[in-house]
């Protein structure tokens, strides 16, 4: 039966079922579960679950009320057509979301080395365009370069007295990083990361600079892309739209 013989009780059903499946194996929760209380767990874990949340509780309510003693086969009610569409496109969302690194993070990552001068970082920020690049020490990731975390640190260092060209030339920019809690400010995720995941990522952690995309996750491994900030709005309308 493909979609457009199913009732809309029974493709209500489907995407309830599969978005009830997805949340528990997921998360490892209780197969016995109440789909309310799921919900409310998966909240503070996933993106899509908490910008849908009161419609996903609602939608619990709803399958209990379109059929009879908890049997699928006995439906009651058939549910109004924008209903279905709704939970389908958030059944989509959590079940075969949108990878990052395919739909909004940039692939060309410029990338910078520890021992480079303030002076050379400020340079590839400008002639780039890209105002987070990733530095690297020994072929491991040691933090990201930000423009404005830059221009912070030169101000810092003019009203402690000291010269600007002391700054741009002999302070490289593994000792501004050193100087910060550096590892608040990037995360590196698997190149398998969904916006969704990434989205989550971005609201764990408003001080978030960038996420990297490596092959297996790890900060040996160079990015295959990256997202920053700029790009949480673009990959909030990509869900919309999905």
């Known amino acids: 039966m493909n979609k457009e013989e199913k009732s809309n009780a029974k493709r209500f059903l489907d995407a309830y079922n599969n978005i009830d499946y997805a949340l528990k194996t997921r998360y490892n929760l209780n197969r016995a579960m109440g789909f309310s209380d799921l919900i409310r767990k998966s909240v503070v874990v996933n993106y899509v679950v908490r910008k849908y949340e009161d419609e996903l509780i609602d939608y619990g309510r709803l399958r209990n009320a379109i059929i009879h003693n908890n049997n699928e086969d006995y439906v009651i009610a058939e549910p109004h057509s924008a209903v279905v569409e709704k939970i389908e496109h958030i059944e989509r969302l959590l079940t075969t979301p949108p990878l990052a690194i395919e739909s909004v993070a940039q692939k060309n990552v410029v990338i910078t080395y ?15 365009g890209f105002s987070n690049i990733p530095v690297y020490k020994n072929n491991r990731l040691v933090g990201v370069a930000n423009g404005q975390k830059i221009l912070h640190s030169l101000g810092n ?9 002391i700054f741009l030339d002999n302070v490289q920019i593994e000792d501004m990083l050193s100087s910060l809690n ?15 995941e990434a989205l989550n990522e971005f609201h764990k952690n408003p ?8 092959k297996n996750g790890q900060n040996t491994e160079l990015p295959l892309g990256i997202m920053t900030g700029a790009n949480v709005t673009p990959a909030q309308k990509i869900l919309e739209e999905y």
């Open 114 to 128: 520890a021992e480079k001068s303030m002076r050379d970082v400020i340079e590839l920020i400008a002639s780039s």
């Open 157 to 165: 260092f003019l009203i402690a007295g000291g010269k600007e060209n």
């Open 207 to 214: 001080k978030l600079l960038a996420i990297l995309f490596t």
């Open 182 to 196: 550096n590892s608040i400010y990037y995360v590196v995720k698997k190149a398998d990361c969904t916006i969704e």
